[in-house]
């Protein structure tokens, strides 16, 4: 099997070493350049699995649009260097897929990338994740980018912590013109330092119902359908779009521990509902917050539990792909 077929693509270029400032978030944001250069040919999720796991220090890894299937009892792929993971793409229709399949039982703890605590700069660009169970992304490490790339249709099992996207104590992560829609389990989950910016999060839920083993097991109580900001975390928002998430509790578009999510401005929200879950009033909406939700303050007359909405409702959608 060929895994250099060389093509010549359109790609996103950007600085990698660019730091999560609002100014440099304008200035590196990716646009189209035209190079000749080979990509790798993807055909499973074990391929691409060696692909990555036997890449050279620091390395650009092209891949060819593919579509391929992760089942979701599979293991993960641990990155393990930095490296920049990117769709080679000739035009927006291209493609690269990872389709999650068959239920994943509630008891694993499996996202489909893990980032180890050691390894920083890592990157990924134009991957569209279908499906996945058990979480895409769990990163440890600092500098984590992730642009250009849709999570659609992906879970995360009944538990207190994890997401689709997870970022842990003492990491670092900037998410830029990507898409998380109808995601189950919270979209993103954060506990670090976290830059969001050019963002659309549209119908996530903060708690799933879990399909497990054919059986259907739910959790309640939980908060941040599109974004949590945990103990710890510092997160920060730029001109992204809040549309129909929900939460169990509060948060359902973001929901913060304390007073340290900031809203840097062009942000909007709309119909971004409480709701109920339990079998009295199920679906029953409870409450709306289209902004930030913040469990504490740390200064003020307020103790907290307060909404902070975003700058208006959302107009039609742009980045809503």
Sequence with gaps: QNHNQSKQS???TANMKCTPTLLSLILCMPTYTFASCACETIDSWENLKNIIQSSSTDALLRLCPFQIEKPNVESSITIPKSMHIMCAKESRSDECIIQGTHNTGSSTNNEAFKIPQNVHNVWFQGLNFQGIGNGVIKSEGLNLQITDSTFENCQFPPKSRGAIVLIEVNST???IDTTFRNNKGGAVQSYGKLTVSHCAFTDNESTPIWI????????????GGAIMNGPGGYLKIY???FLRNEADKNGPAVWSYEDTAIDLGSNCGTENHIVGNSQSNEGVILGVCDGIYYKEVSSGDST???????GGECGSPILDK
């Design 239 to 241: 001109d992204s779009r």
């Design 10 to 12: 359109y790609y996103y």
């Design 173 to 175: 992560a900037t998410i």
């Design 212 to 223: 497990s083993n054919d059986e259907t097991e739910s959790r309640g109580g939980g908060v």
């Design 304 to 310: 907290g539990n307060l909404c902070a909405s975003f």
